[in-house]
C-alpha cells in the first residue's frame, strides 16, 4: 500500500481516517482495526459480510482461478459480451492519466487495461483472490493498481476522493445495491459522472427482491428503468439504457458541483 492510499481510506463503519501500526490500519478514534494482508488493506466487518454478500464472496473466492479464462470464452463464443462492453464503453469513458478512479468490484481488473496508461486506478473488491489476480495481471503489464478488499456498500475512501468511479458486472448480486450506489456517490467528486454497467437479465431478479421496485421487473425494459431507483435523490441527470448488441445496461448520474453560498 502506498503511503498516499492511507491519506485516502477512511473507516467506513465509524467515519474516521485510520493510522498504520505494523501491518494493520486502525481507526482513530475507535481504534477497529483492519489487517494489510499481502499488501491488500482488507478492510470488511461483519456489516459488509451479511446476506447475498458472503455467498458472493465464497462463489468468487472459489471461482477466482478460472474467472478470465471463463469470460474470456464466453466472449469468443458470443454467450456474453464484457470484451464488447469494455472496448465500447470503459475504453470511451473521458479518463486522462493521472486521475484518480476507482472501480467498485473490480474482480480480476480486466477493464484497467482498457483504461489510459498512467491513471491512478483503485481496485475495490469483497474477494481477496480476485484482488490477487488483479495485481498478478497488473504487476505482469506493469501497470499502476492499489487494491482493497472491501464490500462496495461500506466504501473504506474519504467523501470526493475520485475523479471517477465506476463498476461493470455484479450489481444483482449486492446485499444492499442502494446503499452500494450511494456509497459511490460520496466518494466521487462532485461534477463528476458515476457509470454503472450490469447485466440486464440480473436487473430483473434484483428489482423482484425488492418489494417497493417489483413492478420494475416485468421485462428487461422495465428492469432498465427501474434500476435508475437505485441513484440518490440528491444526484442529477440520472439515465438508464442498453448498450447495444451487448446484455449490459449502463445506468450514468451526475453528482452536483459544488456552487459558491
Ligand atoms: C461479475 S464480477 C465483475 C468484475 C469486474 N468488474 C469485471 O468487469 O470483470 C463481480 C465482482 O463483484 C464482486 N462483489 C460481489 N459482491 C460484492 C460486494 N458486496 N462488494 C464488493 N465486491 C463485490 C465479486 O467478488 C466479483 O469480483
Known amino acids: 500500500m502506498r503511503p498516499e492510499t492511507l491519506n485516502l481510506l477512511c473507516n467506513p463503519y465509524k467515519g474516521e481516517p485510520f ?17 494489510i494482508r499481502e499488501g491488500i488493506p482488507v478492510i ?3 456489516e459488509g459480510l451479511t446476506g447475498r454478500n458472503r455467498q458472493s464472496k465464497l462463489i468468487h473466492d472459489f471461482f477466482a482461478f478460472s474467472y478470465d479464462a471463463v469470460v474470456s470464452l464466453g466472449d469468443r463464443i458470443r454467450l456474453n459480451s464484457e470484451h464488447l462492453v469494455r472496448q465500447e464503453y470503459i475504453a470511451k469513458l473521458p479518463i486522462q492519466p493521472g486521475e484518480k478512479v476507482l472501480e467498485t468490484a473490480a474482480g480480476t481488473a480486466s477493464n484497467l487495461f482498457y483504461l489510459p496508461e ?4 483503485y481496485g475495490l473488491d469483497i474477494s481477496f483472490p480476485m484482488l490477487k489476480r488483479a495485481r498478478r495481471k497488473a504487476q505482469k503489464a506493469g501497470r499502476q493498481i492499489e487494491l482493497i478488499q472491501a464490500d462496495c456498500a461500506y466504501i473504506p475512501f474519504r467523501d470526493e476522493a475520485f475523479e471517477h468511479v465506476f463498476h461493470m458486472g455484479g450489481l444483482q448480486f449486492f446485499q444492499d445495491p442502494f446503499k452500494a450506489v450511494s456509497e459511490m456517490a460520496r466518494v466521487a467528486k462532485p461534477g463528476s459522472t458515476i457509470h454503472i454497467l450490469d447485466e440486464v437479465s440480473g436487473a430483473v431478479p434484483m428489482l423482484a427482491r425488492m418489494p417497493a421496485h417489483k413492478k420494475y421487473a416485468t421485462d428487461a425494459e422495465s428492469a432498465v428503468e427501474g434500476v435508475k431507483r437505485l441513484v440518490p435523490f440528491s444526484m442529477q441527470a440520472a439515465e438508464s439504457k442498453i448498450i447495444p448488441n451487448t446484455d449490459f445496461y449502463a445506468l450514468t448520474f451526475t453528482k452536483p458541483s459544488l456552487t459558491a453560498s
Open 44 to 46: 470488511l466487518a461483519e
Open 118 to 121: 498512467g491513471v491512478d486506478y
Open 19 to 35: 493510522i498504520q501500526v505494523g501491518e494493520t490500519i486502525q481507526g482513530v478514534a475507535s481504534k477497529q482495526t483492519f489487517s
